[in-house]
């Protein structure tokens, strides 16, 4: 089992930066693939970035790609999502989750076993 713990977000202006941290407890962190969500107002959770077990694949939407990237620190148990060049349509509260049965860091939210409570993210135009 782990327990994730999602940090570093915040009220920041369209065109800046944050980056998020998902710190994991437990020894087998790097047997999980880690993959990122967001919830906005009144919207479904939905996919932004996965990484897998090594951090040698990554998946992400459509929609972040080329302003968002996903690193991974095993040795730190940690998960970073870097988010360059915000919109406001990226405001939303984001989660980490960490799926421990398969390796392909994938979309699918009910592929994930654990979620953190989330941090929220605000980008103002």
């Known amino acids: 089992q782990v327990q994730l713990v999602e940090s570093g977000g915040g009220l920041v202006q369209a065109g800046g930066s944050l980056r998020l941290s998902c710190a994991a407890s437990g020894r087998t962190f790097s047997t999980y693939v880690v993959g990122w969500f967001r919830q906005a107002p009144g919207k479904e959770r939905a996919f932004v970035a996965a990484?897998?077990?090594?951090?040698?694949?990554?998946n992400f939407a459509d929609s972040v790609k080329g302003r968002f990237t996903i690193s991974r620190d095993n040795v730190k148990n940690t998960v970073y999502l870097q988010m360059n060049n915000l919109k406001p349509e990226d405001t939303a509260v984001y989660y980490c989750a960490a799926d421990q049965f398969r390796s392909v860091p994938a979309m699918y939210s009910g592929q994930y076993d654990y979620w953190g409570q989330g941090t929220q993210v605000t980008v103002s135009s």
């Open positions: 990484i897998s077990r090594g951090g040698g694949r990554t």
